[in-house]
């Protein structure tokens, strides 16, 4: 079941887990999961591709948190 009053450009505070008390902007809902600036940040192996001139390497990128895992946030 997706939370409903969660929506993109939200600001939220993550309330479990390993970014517990990190804040961050909705960038991204994607059903019952949802993409926070800056938090729960991964490390995404790339292989390079010529063919489309991209370079390999380690990138840092966000993963998706469940919406159970934050609540809204009001400075």
């Known amino acids: 079941m997706a939370m409903n009053?969660?929506?993109?450009g939200d600001m939220v505070i993550v309330i479990t887990g390993k970014d517990k008390g990190r804040q961050?902007?909705?960038?991204?809902?994607?059903?019952?999961?949802?993409l926070v600036e800056g938090v729960n940040m991964v490390k995404k192996h790339?292989?390079?591709n010529p063919h489309q001139n991209q370079q390999g390497g380690i990138l840092d990128r966000e993963?998706?948190?469940?919406?159970?895992?934050?609540?809204?946030?009001?400075?």
């Open 24 to 34: 961050g902007k909705v960038v991204k809902k994607l059903g019952d999961r949802v």
């Open 46 to 48: 790339v292989r390079p």
């Open 63 to 75: 993963a998706s948190i469940h919406v159970s895992n934050i609540a809204l946030y009001n400075p």
């Open 5 to 8: 009053k969660i929506k993109t």
